[in-house]
Nanobody
């Protein structure tokens, strides 16, 4: 059974930090790019960051560039998202997803999804 399980969300004050984890099982983790997406109430799901399967290249969207860092530990089948300097506009449910070819910002293109973890940033 394929599973992606996010953890590490919570409530934090603006300027604070959180580290999200995405633990994968049931598929060949090393072969998949892993992306982080987020969805705020009333808004569409948007890409945040992605890490490739091949060379570990990392990608970020403009709103999080310079504040978030993605990494992966293939030995643990886990991807991390370190989020620093959090802002109230970062409040959303954060999802990790697996893509069998390469990183992209199209949610419908991803093969597997986690259930999400809530991040709330207070002002």
């Amino acid at each position: 059974e394929v599973q992606l399980v996010e953890s590490g969300g919570g409530l934090v004050q603006a300027g604070g930090s959180l580290r999200l984890s995405c633990a994968a099982s049931g598929f060949t983790f090393d072969d998949y790019a892993i992306g982080w997406f987020r969805q705020a109430p009333g808004k569409e799901r948007e890409g945040v960051s992605c890490i490739s399967s091949s060379d570990g290249s990392t990608y970020y969207t403009d709103p999080v560039m310079g504040r978030f860092t993605i990494s992966r530990d293939n030995a643990k089948n886990t991807v991390y998202l370190q989020m620093n300097s959090l802002k109230p506009e970062d409040t959303a449910v954060y999802y990790c997803a697996a893509h069998g070819i390469k990183c992209n910002w199209y949610p419908h293109a991803y093969d597997y999804w986690g259930q999400g973890t809530q991040v709330t940033v207070s002002s």
